[in-house]
């Protein structure tokens, strides 16, 4: 009998668990500082940012997009997320040159940062085709977090650089999502020895086949591995 994925609703649970975490967070900043968080309905800033999803919500994300989305309308946005991802690759080469070139990493980041790519399941009127599922880093986006000790907050907020606001540890909510991927790549018996570390954008997410031969399920490895 060939390998199947198993049943990975504890994990999407465990995820969503997490996920509610995060919007009382999001929720907290936005009680104390109503006045500068600006977050509101066709406002898309954050549509534009590019980020990478673990393993965990990548499978999340890739399900709840192929039971939200079926025929023509499912088939428009694998086709637009195809072409988001070739924009992202050639980002991400860039980046690997740059790098390999000995260019400084700060420099580097900055230059990411400001990379504006429009996330696939953005719509025309600006709203999010999937907003009950979007991703942890979309539901933070709007109140000041920080990451490897630097601060940062979206520029159409209030929030003024320098001034004492309470802050999401990004580096805190990543590593939960990390470590729920490697339980889950734990439970796939994977071949793959790194999957818990894939990271891929929303686009990537959107059109793999995530079957037993992508995840390595119980030893199963790919064909042209």
Do not use: W
């Amino acid at each position: 009998m060939s390998a199947v994925v198993p049943d990975l609703s504890e994990f999407f649970s465990r995820y969503e668990a997490q996920r509610a975490e995060a919007d009382a967070l999001f929720a907290a900043v936005r009680g104390r500082h109503s006045d500068l968080v600006v977050c509101r309905e066709g406002c898309s800033s954050c549509c534009h940012a590019l980020f990478d999803l673990t393993l965990v919500e990548a499978l999340y994300l890739n399900r709840a997009f192929l039971r939200r989305f079926t025929g023509a309308e499912r088939f428009g946005l694998i086709d637009r997320a195809a072409g988001t991802d070739r924009q992202i690759a050639k980002i991400k080469r860039k980046v690997f040159k740059e790098s390999q070139a000995g260019k400084d990493s700060n420099e580097i980041l900055s230059e990411v940062a400001a990379v504006s790519v429009r996330c696939p399941l953005l719509g025309d009127d600006e709203r999010c085709l999937m907003y009950e599922d979007r991703p942890i880093t979309c539901r933070l986006y709007g109140v000041p977090t920080a990451i490897g000790g630097k601060a940062h907050t979206c520029g159409m907020t209030g929030f003024k650089a320098g001034e004492p606001y309470p802050t999401v540890a990004l580096d805190k909510v990543q590593a939960r999502l990390v470590a729920l991927s490697e339980e889950l790549a734990a439970t796939l018996h994977s071949a793959y020895s790194q999957l818990a570390s894939m990271y891929v954008p929303v686009s990537t997410a959107l059109i793999t086949e995530f079957d037993a031969e992508y995840l390595g399920v119980n030893g199963l490895r790919r064909k042209e591995d």
